[in-house]
């Protein structure tokens, strides 16, 4: 695709203009391991925004349905900051706690997207 030919091009040149390499490995038509994908909706006491308080978190698990890891939206999580007064870190933070919650809890919370 001439699209991603020009992206391609116009990536190196960046990485050679920028950087003092010599030489770029390019490999193509390579697999990608990833982990599923699905999300948990929760409430944070901040509910005085345009989101009411709602934020998605995302969560990775394997194929057996072992958690991984989650984060927060991190949009969703600065907009409810900026609009309720409260640092960002907590938004965060509160929210990747009651999604754990939420997963520990198994309370089907969880829906796939």
Known sequence: CHDE??????LLAIMFRHTTTLGIRIHRNISRASLQRR???VQLP???????????VKVSSFKNDEVV???????QCKLIAKESSVPLKIVSSTADRLAWKCIETDTN?????
Not at 48 to 56: I, T
């Open 5 to 10: 030919k020009t992206k391609e091009s116009d």
């Open 39 to 41: 999300f948990v909706k």
């Open 46 to 56: 901040y509910q005085d925004n345009s989101r009411d308080g709602e934020v998605d």
């Open 69 to 75: 890891s989650l984060k927060a939206e991190f949009d």
């Open 109 to 113: 919370v969880l829906h796939s997207r």
